[in-house]
Protein backbone atom coordinates (compact mmCIF):
# COMPACT_ATOMS: atom_id res chain seq x y z
CA UNK A 1 0.00 0.00 0.00
CA UNK A 2 1.51 3.22 -1.28
CA UNK A 3 2.04 5.97 1.21
CA UNK A 4 3.99 8.76 2.47
CA UNK A 5 3.52 6.93 6.67
CA UNK A 6 7.36 5.87 6.87
CA UNK A 7 8.49 9.27 5.32
CA UNK A 8 10.15 12.24 7.59
CA UNK A 9 10.14 10.21 11.06
CA UNK A 10 12.28 13.19 12.83
CA UNK A 11 11.44 16.08 13.16
CA UNK A 12 8.01 17.53 11.05
CA UNK A 13 7.46 15.39 7.79
CA UNK A 14 8.14 17.04 4.79
CA UNK A 15 5.86 19.29 2.38
CA UNK A 16 3.04 17.69 1.17
CA UNK A 17 2.06 16.81 -2.70
CA UNK A 18 -1.21 15.81 -3.58
CA UNK A 19 -1.64 11.94 -4.57
CA UNK A 20 -3.51 10.83 -6.96
CA UNK A 21 -6.06 10.08 -4.70
CA UNK A 22 -6.22 13.84 -3.45
CA UNK A 23 -6.44 15.16 -6.87
CA UNK A 24 -9.72 13.07 -7.28
CA UNK A 25 -11.01 14.44 -4.67
CA UNK A 26 -10.01 17.75 -4.63
CA UNK A 27 -10.65 18.34 -8.45
CA UNK A 28 -13.95 16.10 -8.50
CA UNK A 29 -15.24 18.33 -5.61
CA UNK A 30 -14.54 21.33 -7.54
CA UNK A 31 -16.45 20.50 -10.95
CA UNK A 32 -19.07 19.42 -8.68
CA UNK A 33 -19.04 23.09 -6.93
CA UNK A 34 -18.29 24.76 -10.39
CA UNK A 35 -21.50 22.82 -12.33
CA UNK A 36 -23.64 24.75 -9.89
CA UNK A 37 -27.25 22.58 -8.85
CA UNK A 38 -25.91 20.05 -6.37
CA UNK A 39 -23.70 22.50 -3.63
CA UNK A 40 -26.19 23.61 -1.90
CA UNK A 41 -23.87 26.42 0.47
CA UNK A 42 -20.73 27.80 -1.21
CA UNK A 43 -17.18 27.36 0.62
CA UNK A 44 -16.39 30.45 -0.32
CA UNK A 45 -18.99 32.07 1.81
CA UNK A 46 -17.75 30.87 4.98
CA UNK A 47 -16.11 33.59 7.30
CA UNK A 48 -13.64 32.38 9.95
CA UNK A 49 -12.13 33.72 13.43
CA UNK A 50 -9.95 32.36 15.59
CA UNK A 51 -10.91 32.78 19.55
CA UNK A 52 -8.51 34.34 21.67
CA UNK A 53 -6.99 31.74 24.49
CA UNK A 54 -4.72 28.85 24.82
CA UNK A 55 -6.53 26.05 22.88
CA UNK A 56 -6.10 27.55 19.48
CA UNK A 57 -10.11 26.97 18.62
CA UNK A 58 -11.69 28.03 15.50
CA UNK A 59 -15.27 29.53 14.54
CA UNK A 60 -16.91 29.71 11.76
CA UNK A 61 -20.18 30.85 10.20
CA UNK A 62 -22.03 31.15 6.76
CA UNK A 63 -25.75 32.31 6.30
CA UNK A 64 -26.21 29.31 3.98
CA UNK A 65 -25.08 26.09 6.16
CA UNK A 66 -26.75 26.03 9.41
CA UNK A 67 -30.29 26.00 8.36
CA UNK A 68 -29.96 23.56 5.48
CA UNK A 69 -28.48 20.58 7.46
CA UNK A 70 -30.46 17.78 7.51
CA UNK A 71 -31.92 16.81 10.63
CA UNK A 72 -31.77 13.08 11.73
CA UNK A 73 -35.69 11.41 12.78
CA UNK A 74 -36.07 11.37 16.36
CA UNK A 75 -36.09 7.32 16.35
CA UNK A 76 -32.43 7.91 15.68
CA UNK A 77 -31.74 9.88 18.45
CA UNK A 78 -31.98 7.53 21.44
CA UNK A 79 -29.74 4.21 20.26
CA UNK A 80 -26.16 4.07 19.66
CA UNK A 81 -26.65 1.05 17.55
CA UNK A 82 -29.28 0.83 14.85
CA UNK A 83 -30.71 -0.47 11.94
CA UNK A 84 -31.24 1.66 8.88
CA UNK A 85 -34.33 2.23 7.75
CA UNK A 86 -34.43 1.61 4.04
CA UNK A 87 -37.11 4.00 3.51
CA UNK A 88 -35.48 6.89 4.92
CA UNK A 89 -33.13 8.88 3.24
CA UNK A 90 -29.98 6.98 2.65
CA UNK A 91 -26.90 7.48 0.40
CA UNK A 92 -28.01 5.51 -2.52
CA UNK A 93 -30.71 8.09 -3.17
CA UNK A 94 -28.42 11.31 -3.77
CA UNK A 95 -28.19 13.00 -7.32
CA UNK A 96 -26.03 10.81 -9.19
CA UNK A 97 -24.01 13.96 -9.77
CA UNK A 98 -22.80 14.24 -6.53
CA UNK A 99 -20.65 11.17 -7.15
CA UNK A 100 -16.96 11.80 -7.43
CA UNK A 101 -15.69 8.50 -7.21
CA UNK A 102 -15.56 4.46 -5.64
CA UNK A 103 -12.01 4.02 -3.88
CA UNK A 104 -11.13 0.08 -3.05
CA UNK A 105 -10.43 0.10 0.35
CA UNK A 106 -10.09 -3.39 1.28
CA UNK A 107 -10.01 -5.67 -1.86
CA UNK A 108 -12.81 -8.78 -2.31
CA UNK A 109 -10.35 -11.34 -1.18
CA UNK A 110 -9.83 -9.83 2.44
CA UNK A 111 -10.88 -12.64 5.28
CA UNK A 112 -14.09 -10.14 6.01
CA UNK A 113 -14.63 -9.37 2.49
CA UNK A 114 -14.12 -6.23 0.55
CA UNK A 115 -14.77 -2.76 1.25
CA UNK A 116 -15.24 -0.07 -1.54
CA UNK A 117 -15.71 3.79 -0.31
CA UNK A 118 -18.39 5.49 -2.92
CA UNK A 119 -16.86 9.23 -2.33
CA UNK A 120 -20.03 11.55 -2.67
CA UNK A 121 -19.60 15.89 -2.09
CA UNK A 122 -20.98 17.05 0.58
CA UNK A 123 -23.91 19.40 -0.36
CA UNK A 124 -23.70 21.52 2.36
CA UNK A 125 -19.91 21.35 2.86
CA UNK A 126 -17.85 23.03 5.52
CA UNK A 127 -14.95 23.33 3.83
CA UNK A 128 -13.26 22.89 0.21
CA UNK A 129 -12.94 19.19 -0.08
CA UNK A 130 -15.58 18.18 2.22
CA UNK A 131 -16.97 15.07 0.93
CA UNK A 132 -18.14 11.72 2.17
CA UNK A 133 -16.85 8.05 2.12
CA UNK A 134 -19.84 5.72 2.07
CA UNK A 135 -18.35 1.91 2.00
CA UNK A 136 -20.29 -0.57 0.25
CA UNK A 137 -23.42 1.81 -0.49
CA UNK A 138 -25.80 -0.59 -1.43
CA UNK A 139 -25.11 -2.71 1.25
CA UNK A 140 -26.94 0.01 3.37
CA UNK A 141 -24.52 -0.36 6.43
CA UNK A 142 -26.11 1.19 9.75
CA UNK A 143 -23.85 3.98 11.43
CA UNK A 144 -22.12 1.85 13.84
CA UNK A 145 -18.24 1.74 13.61
CA UNK A 146 -17.09 -1.95 13.25
CA UNK A 147 -13.01 -3.04 12.61
CA UNK A 148 -13.46 -3.65 9.72
CA UNK A 149 -14.87 -0.27 8.83
CA UNK A 150 -11.99 0.97 10.89
CA UNK A 151 -9.32 -0.59 8.88
CA UNK A 152 -11.05 0.20 6.01
CA UNK A 153 -10.97 3.72 6.84
CA UNK A 154 -7.52 3.34 7.64
CA UNK A 155 -6.70 2.20 4.68
CA UNK A 156 -8.51 5.14 2.57
CA UNK A 157 -6.53 7.56 4.80
CA UNK A 158 -3.06 6.20 3.64
CA UNK A 159 -4.40 6.76 -0.23
CA UNK A 160 -3.16 10.63 1.01
CA UNK A 161 -0.19 12.19 1.06
CA UNK A 162 -1.56 15.40 2.52
CA UNK A 163 -0.71 15.85 6.51
CA UNK A 164 -3.93 17.87 6.37
CA UNK A 165 -6.81 15.06 5.34
CA UNK A 166 -8.81 13.69 7.85
CA UNK A 167 -11.59 11.19 8.15
CA UNK A 168 -14.35 11.64 11.08
CA UNK A 169 -16.94 9.84 12.08
CA UNK A 170 -20.73 10.67 14.36
CA UNK A 171 -22.39 8.16 16.03
CA UNK A 172 -25.65 7.99 16.07
CA UNK A 173 -27.25 10.59 19.01
CA UNK A 174 -23.66 12.20 18.26
CA UNK A 175 -24.84 14.40 15.79
CA UNK A 176 -24.62 11.80 12.53
CA UNK A 177 -27.78 12.97 10.88
CA UNK A 178 -27.86 9.79 8.23
CA UNK A 179 -27.99 6.59 9.67
CA UNK A 180 -26.17 4.85 7.07
CA UNK A 181 -22.72 4.49 7.15
CA UNK A 182 -20.42 7.01 6.47
CA UNK A 183 -16.75 8.73 7.04
CA UNK A 184 -16.39 12.58 6.87
CA UNK A 185 -13.20 13.30 4.39
CA UNK A 186 -11.98 17.09 5.72
CA UNK A 187 -8.60 18.66 4.76
CA UNK A 188 -8.30 20.75 7.22
CA UNK A 189 -6.04 23.60 5.39
CA UNK A 190 -9.31 24.08 3.46
CA UNK A 191 -10.82 24.72 7.23
CA UNK A 192 -9.08 27.58 8.76
CA UNK A 193 -6.31 25.35 10.55
CA UNK A 194 -2.97 26.19 7.71
CA UNK A 195 -0.83 23.78 10.60
CA UNK A 196 -2.79 20.53 9.51
CA UNK A 197 -3.91 19.64 13.12
CA UNK A 198 -7.43 19.94 14.56
CA UNK A 199 -6.70 22.06 17.89
CA UNK A 200 -7.65 18.87 20.00
CA UNK A 201 -4.52 16.93 18.22
CA UNK A 202 -2.25 19.73 20.34
CA UNK A 203 -3.63 18.39 23.49
CA UNK A 204 -0.98 16.67 25.89
CA UNK A 205 -1.93 13.08 26.66
CA UNK A 206 -0.38 9.57 28.65
CA UNK A 207 -0.47 6.21 27.86
CA UNK A 208 -2.92 3.83 30.00
CA UNK A 209 -1.92 0.97 28.62
CA UNK A 210 0.25 -0.54 26.33
CA UNK A 211 3.19 0.84 23.97
CA UNK A 212 3.76 2.35 20.38
CA UNK A 213 6.47 -0.30 19.47
CA UNK A 214 7.07 -3.23 17.86
CA UNK A 215 3.77 -6.01 18.28
CA UNK A 216 2.15 -3.29 20.62
CA UNK A 217 -0.91 -0.80 20.79
CA UNK A 218 -1.19 2.21 22.64
CA UNK A 219 -3.81 3.40 24.49
CA UNK A 220 -4.12 7.51 25.80
CA UNK A 221 -5.89 9.81 27.65
CA UNK A 222 -6.10 13.44 26.96
CA UNK A 223 -4.92 14.87 30.03
CA UNK A 224 -7.70 16.06 32.32
CA UNK A 225 -8.10 19.89 32.09
CA UNK A 226 -6.17 20.10 29.24
CA UNK A 227 -8.96 20.35 26.65
CA UNK A 228 -12.93 20.89 27.15
CA UNK A 229 -13.83 17.28 26.31
CA UNK A 230 -12.19 13.75 27.86
CA UNK A 231 -11.35 11.02 25.46
CA UNK A 232 -8.61 8.71 23.86
CA UNK A 233 -5.99 8.49 21.39
CA UNK A 234 -5.39 5.08 19.84
CA UNK A 235 -1.75 4.51 17.98
CA UNK A 236 -0.02 1.32 17.34
CA UNK A 237 3.40 -0.02 17.00
CA UNK A 238 4.28 -2.04 13.83
CA UNK A 239 3.84 -5.73 13.34
CA UNK A 240 6.85 -7.91 14.65
CA UNK A 241 10.12 -8.66 12.46
CA UNK A 242 9.22 -4.99 10.57
CA UNK A 243 12.45 -3.47 9.84
CA UNK A 244 13.55 0.18 9.93
CA UNK A 245 14.25 3.10 11.95
CA UNK A 246 11.01 4.20 12.18
CA UNK A 247 8.59 1.63 10.64
CA UNK A 248 4.84 1.98 9.22
CA UNK A 249 2.21 0.78 12.35
CA UNK A 250 0.63 -2.31 12.05
CA UNK A 251 -2.93 -1.15 11.55
CA UNK A 252 -4.78 -3.92 11.73
CA UNK A 253 -3.82 -3.64 15.51
CA UNK A 254 -4.53 -0.16 15.57
CA UNK A 255 -8.17 -0.76 13.99
CA UNK A 256 -8.29 -4.33 16.25
CA UNK A 257 -7.62 -1.69 19.88
CA UNK A 258 -10.09 1.04 18.65
CA UNK A 259 -12.82 -1.27 17.76
CA UNK A 260 -12.60 -3.00 21.35
CA UNK A 261 -13.08 1.11 22.95
CA UNK A 262 -15.75 1.87 20.50
CA UNK A 263 -17.62 -1.44 21.33
CA UNK A 264 -17.68 -0.56 24.94
CA UNK A 265 -19.26 2.31 24.12
CA UNK A 266 -21.67 0.79 22.07
CA UNK A 267 -22.59 -1.60 24.82
CA UNK A 268 -22.80 1.16 27.12
CA UNK A 269 -25.19 3.15 24.68
CA UNK A 270 -22.73 6.06 25.02
CA UNK A 271 -22.91 8.65 21.81
CA UNK A 272 -19.24 9.08 20.26
CA UNK A 273 -16.89 10.66 17.58
CA UNK A 274 -13.89 9.88 16.32
CA UNK A 275 -11.20 11.81 14.02
CA UNK A 276 -8.41 9.23 11.84
CA UNK A 277 -5.48 11.38 11.29
CA UNK A 278 -2.12 10.35 9.59
CA UNK A 279 1.03 10.42 11.63
CA UNK A 280 1.78 13.97 12.51
CA UNK A 281 5.63 13.06 12.29
CA UNK A 282 6.31 14.97 15.52
CA UNK A 283 6.52 13.05 18.81
CA UNK A 284 3.30 13.80 20.59
CA UNK A 285 3.33 15.66 23.97
CA UNK A 286 2.80 13.16 26.79
CA UNK A 287 2.58 13.25 30.42
CA UNK A 288 5.71 11.90 32.02
CA UNK A 289 5.01 7.90 32.20
CA UNK A 290 5.99 5.42 34.68
CA UNK A 291 9.68 4.87 34.83
CA UNK A 292 9.24 1.14 33.40
CA UNK A 293 7.02 2.13 30.17
CA UNK A 294 9.21 5.58 29.86
CA UNK A 295 12.42 3.56 29.98
CA UNK A 296 10.90 0.64 27.09
CA UNK A 297 9.27 3.15 24.83
CA UNK A 298 12.28 5.69 24.66
CA UNK A 299 14.73 2.06 24.21
CA UNK A 300 13.01 1.01 21.23
CA UNK A 301 11.91 2.88 17.85
CA UNK A 302 8.62 4.14 17.52
CA UNK A 303 6.17 3.83 14.68
CA UNK A 304 5.09 6.05 11.90
CA UNK A 305 1.31 5.38 13.34
CA UNK A 306 -2.06 7.10 12.82
CA UNK A 307 -3.44 8.27 15.43
CA UNK A 308 -7.30 7.51 16.18
CA UNK A 309 -8.96 9.96 18.54
CA UNK A 310 -12.14 8.45 20.37
CA UNK A 311 -14.60 10.99 22.14
CA UNK A 312 -17.57 9.57 24.35
CA UNK A 313 -20.17 12.32 25.02
CA UNK A 314 -23.72 12.90 26.00
CA UNK A 315 -26.36 12.26 23.75
CA UNK A 316 -26.97 15.24 21.05
CA UNK A 317 -30.18 16.40 22.99
CA UNK A 318 -28.44 17.26 26.30
CA UNK A 319 -27.03 20.17 24.37
CA UNK A 320 -28.97 23.31 25.12
CA UNK A 321 -31.05 24.94 22.34
CA UNK A 322 -29.38 28.35 22.83
CA UNK A 323 -26.13 27.00 22.62
CA UNK A 324 -26.29 28.74 18.91
CA UNK A 325 -23.92 25.27 17.32
CA UNK A 326 -24.03 21.90 16.93
CA UNK A 327 -21.30 19.70 19.03
CA UNK A 328 -20.24 16.92 16.30
CA UNK A 329 -17.00 15.81 15.65
CA UNK A 330 -15.50 19.17 14.46
CA UNK A 331 -16.50 21.23 17.72
CA UNK A 332 -15.23 18.63 19.64
CA UNK A 333 -12.38 18.83 18.29
CA UNK A 334 -11.63 22.62 18.22
CA UNK A 335 -13.44 23.97 15.18
CA UNK A 336 -17.01 25.19 15.99
CA UNK A 337 -19.76 26.09 13.31
CA UNK A 338 -21.96 28.70 14.60
CA UNK A 339 -25.43 29.05 13.86
CA UNK A 340 -25.89 32.40 13.40
CA UNK A 341 -24.04 35.39 12.78
CA UNK A 342 -24.43 36.73 16.47
CA UNK A 343 -23.09 33.46 17.67
CA UNK A 344 -20.16 33.92 15.93
CA UNK A 345 -19.70 37.07 16.53
CA UNK A 346 -19.86 36.45 20.47
CA UNK A 347 -18.41 32.97 21.17
CA UNK A 348 -15.27 32.90 23.40
CA UNK A 349 -13.08 30.20 24.60
CA UNK A 350 -14.60 30.47 28.54
CA UNK A 351 -18.20 30.11 26.63
CA UNK A 352 -17.32 27.14 24.44
CA UNK A 353 -15.82 25.44 27.47
CA UNK A 354 -18.55 26.03 29.96
CA UNK A 355 -21.13 24.59 27.37
CA UNK A 356 -18.61 21.50 26.40
CA UNK A 357 -18.18 20.73 30.24
CA UNK A 358 -21.81 20.97 31.11
CA UNK A 359 -23.67 19.34 27.91
CA UNK A 360 -21.61 17.55 26.11
CA UNK A 361 -18.62 16.03 28.17
CA UNK A 362 -20.17 12.58 30.28
CA UNK A 363 -19.79 12.91 33.70
CA UNK A 364 -16.42 12.31 35.45
CA UNK A 365 -17.60 9.10 37.48
CA UNK A 366 -18.85 7.57 34.03
CA UNK A 367 -15.61 8.15 32.38
CA UNK A 368 -13.32 6.98 35.27
CA UNK A 369 -15.26 4.31 35.22
CA UNK A 370 -14.70 3.69 31.83
CA UNK A 371 -11.20 3.96 32.01
CA UNK A 372 -10.54 1.48 34.16
CA UNK A 373 -12.60 -1.03 31.92
CA UNK A 374 -11.08 0.03 28.81
CA UNK A 375 -7.31 -0.12 30.76
CA UNK A 376 -7.76 -4.29 30.88
CA UNK A 377 -8.73 -4.56 27.02
CA UNK A 378 -6.34 -6.69 26.20
CA UNK A 379 -3.50 -5.22 23.93
Excluded at 43 to 66: D, Y
Excluded at 241 to 270: C, F, H, M, W, Y
Aim: charged residues 20%; proline residues 7%.
Amino acid sequence: MACCWSRGAEGLLPASRDSDFDRQVLVGFGKVLDAGGVIRTSPGSIQRRSLTGTLGVVVQFSAEHFNKKRKPPESQQQQVVGTVDPEAFNFTKVDPAEKLLEVEAIPQDHPDGGLTMTVLANVSPLATGHVLFVPNCGELLPQVLTEHLLLGGLRVLAKSTRHDFRLVFNSLMGFASVNHFHFHGLYLNYCGLPDSRLPIEKVERSIIAGGTTEGRAALELLVEGKWYVRGFVVTAGCAKGTPGASPPADIAALASLTSRVVLELQKRNIPHNVILAPPSGRKPKRAQAAGGLANEETAKPEASSPEIYILPRQPEGSLREDAGFNAAICEMSGLVIAGSEETFKSLSEESVQEIFKSDVSIPEPAFDELICKVAWLPI
